[in-house]
């Protein structure tokens, strides 16, 4: 069955630095997405990315962060001067059809900032 | 604007019985899904079942189904036969149609407890 694969599952950081978190979506999958969950909490949109491009961000999404598709498989997600208050479970998420089912999630790659 | 609410923040039942996660909605857009994860204690996301709004029949996945109310604004997720390891926390989450971006926003979550 195809998934969504994440690295690292675990990263620990010191607070202003920079962290790439990377992604592998479904091959065939045109929707890409990062959501974050800080620990006990929901899980929240964070940027959602089609055609090359970003097609909604929430107000989590500050020029901290940014996406990037830099050939046909990564999808990563840049946090350029980490804060204390990123550290959270991030999970990319990918689909093929927006209209219909299932929204597949990697595992998550849970980052630590110290 | 889209909202969902989970009121139980945790819920016991006993092994083999069944159990029912309250999930309700809030949205004004036409059309929309309804989806259900599962989070266990290892963090990944688990998709369950969905339900799309303008589906006729309550989805059923194995031994889970969606108790779908649109009139309600409900979709409570039923697990029948519960198993130890259906213990876990339970997302459920709205998405909107039509547009580019087709966000899921989820709720506070369930902590389920199956106890022997």
């Known amino acids: 069955e195809p998934e969504v694969t994440q690295t690292p599952s675990h990263q620990v950081t010191q607070m202003g630095q920079e962290v790439i978190l990377r992604c592998v979506p479904i091959s065939n999958h045109l929707y890409f997405y990062w959501y974050r969950q800080i620990l006990g909490q929901k899980v929240e949109f964070l940027v959602s990315f089609y055609n090359n491009e970003i097609s909604e961000k929430s107000e989590i999404f500050d020029d901290q962060f940014s996406v990037e598709r830099p050939d046909g498989s990564n999808f990563t997600l840049k946090i350029r001067s980490t804060k204390l208050e990123d550290s959270a479970m991030y999970f990319c998420?990918?689909?093929?059809?927006?209209?219909?089912?299932?929204?597949?999630f990697g595992e998550g790659s849970r980052l630590t900032v110290l | 604007a889209q909202k969902i609410t989970q009121t139980q923040p945790g819920m016991f039942v006993q092994e083999k019985e069944a159990v029912t996660l309250d999930c309700t909605y809030d949205?004004?857009?036409?059309?929309?899904?309804l989806f259900w994860y599962k989070q266990p204690s290892s963090g990944e996301m688990i998709f369950l079942i969905y339900q799309g709004s303008y589906d006729q029949q309550n989805a059923t996945e194995g031994r889970y189904s969606l108790n779908f109310q649109k009139a309600r604004k409900s979709a409570n997720l039923v697990i029948s036969a519960s198993q130890l390891g259906d213990s876990a926390m339970y997302f459920c989450a709205m998405g909107a149609y039509g547009g580019a971006t087709n966000k899921l926003i989820f709720g506070t979550g369930t902590l389920l407890a199956v106890q022997p």
């Open positions: 949205t004004s857009d036409p059309s929309y899904g």
């Open positions: 998420a990918s689909r093929g059809d927006p209209n219909t089912g299932e929204l597949f």
